[in-house]
């Protein structure tokens, strides 16, 4: 699976951007779907995951309520929503697919976007 993110930018305290990842290959639907960030100087974290059909959602408590995970299965595309940005969301954002296990472990992702960069100024 080839994993292509975009959509990250430059955004005001307060605003909303939407990131889109998408998928080659027509395995798609058989991936949990996840994002991370990397601040810099810092270690990739989790931010939020969707199951396989999109039913289960899963988000770390910094996001949750402000961020949306979505997936087409479709289209191949998963999305995030990200709304009420902070300052300090700022950082590369990285879409990821994972075979099964524990969705907010990096460790269970197997194959990874380049990343995309989300600014928010203050």
């Known amino acids: 699976v080839q994993l292509q993110a975009s959509g990250g930018g430059l955004v005001q305290t307060g605003g909303s951007l939407r990131l889109s990842c998408a998928a080659s290959?027509?395995?798609?639907?058989?991936?949990?779907m996840g994002w991370f960030l990397q601040a810099p100087g810092k270690e990739r974290e989790f931010v939020a995951a969707i199951s396989l059909s999109g039913a289960s959602t899963y988000y770390s408590d910094s996001v949750k309520g402000r961020f949306t995970i979505s997936r087409d299965n479709a289209k191949n595309t998963v999305y995030l929503q990200m709304d009420s940005l902070k300052p300090e969301d700022t950082a590369v954002y990285y879409c990821?697919?994972?075979?099964?296990?524990?969705?907010?472990?990096?460790?269970?992702?197997?194959?990874w976007g380049q990343g995309t960069l989300v600014t928010v100024s203050s």
């Open positions: 290959g027509r395995t798609f639907s058989s991936y949990v």
């Open positions: 990821a697919a994972s075979p099964g296990g524990n969705p907010r472990d990096l460790s269970k992702y197997t194959y």
